[in-house]
């Protein structure tokens, strides 16, 4: 496809996928010509082929593409609104932490290491984040496993990723 730079980039892409579309019509047209004419030895086939095919293209345009209008496509076109998926996610992980919470009667500063825990923290990072000892963390752990029942991380992991599905 050949772009032609011209002042108006909506001018210049219009007339270069025009072109485009007349090139690939004469490539086709062409290479199909030309194979009717080695085949069949004869230029009246190629040349009632070509014209059955230019017939159907104009029949295809005529007939099914009438209603066709770029002034109604390009009305018909909205302003893109892009969606913030980012608060979503978060809501929806903040809201899966307090329903578990709630459900599994875990204290604030358990709903806290309990959100950094199913988020694949460990207990290093967990310190450091909320400010407290490796042995509160630890104590914190200890007591999240006992009210969830669950004897590892992935376990509780999985055990909050399934609250989608209960």
């Given at each position: 496809?050949?772009?032609?730079?011209?002042?108006?980039?909506?001018?210049?892409?219009?007339?270069?996928?025009?072109?485009?579309?007349?090139?690939?019509?004469?490539?086709?047209?062409?290479t199909n010509a030309g194979h009717l004419i080695n085949y069949y030895g004869r230029l009246l086939y190629a040349t009632?082929?070509?014209?059955?095919?230019?017939?159907?293209?104009?029949?295809?345009?005529?007939?099914?593409?009438?209603?066709?209008?770029?002034?109604?496509?390009?009305?018909?076109?909205?302003?893109?609104?892009?969606?913030?998926?980012?608060?979503?996610?978060?809501?929806?992980?903040?809201?899966?932490?307090?329903?578990?919470?709630?459900?599994?009667?875990?204290?604030?500063?358990?709903?806290?290491?309990?959100?950094?825990?199913?988020?694949?923290?460990?207990?290093?990072?967990?310190?450091?984040?909320?400010?407290?000892?490796?042995?509160?963390?630890?104590?914190?752990?200890?007591?999240?496993?006992?009210?969830?029942?669950?004897?590892?991380?992935?376990?509780?992991?999985?055990?909050?990723?399934?609250?989608?599905?209960?």
């Amino acid at each position: 496809m050949v772009f032609i730079n011209y002042n108006s980039s909506f001018l210049g892409v219009s007339i270069s996928l025009l072109i485009a579309g007349s090139e690939i019509f004469d490539v086709l047209i062409g290479t199909n010509a030309g194979h009717l004419i080695n085949y069949y030895g004869r230029l009246l086939y190629a040349t009632l082929c070509i014209a059955l095919i230019i017939f159907v293209f104009v029949a295809f345009n005529l007939i099914v593409l009438r209603d066709f209008s770029f002034e109604r496509t390009i009305t018909g076109i909205h302003e893109f609104q892009e969606l913030d998926s980012n608060n979503i996610v978060v809501e929806n992980f903040d809201n899966k932490i307090a329903v578990a919470s709630e459900s599994y009667q875990l204290t604030p500063r358990e709903s806290e290491v309990y959100g950094l825990m199913v988020k694949g923290r460990n207990a290093g990072y967990i310190k450091e984040e909320l400010g407290i000892s490796i042995n509160t963390v630890k104590t914190h752990v200890s007591n999240i496993y006992k009210k969830l029942d669950v004897h590892s991380q992935q376990e509780l992991i999985n055990q909050f990723e399934e609250l989608d599905n209960i």
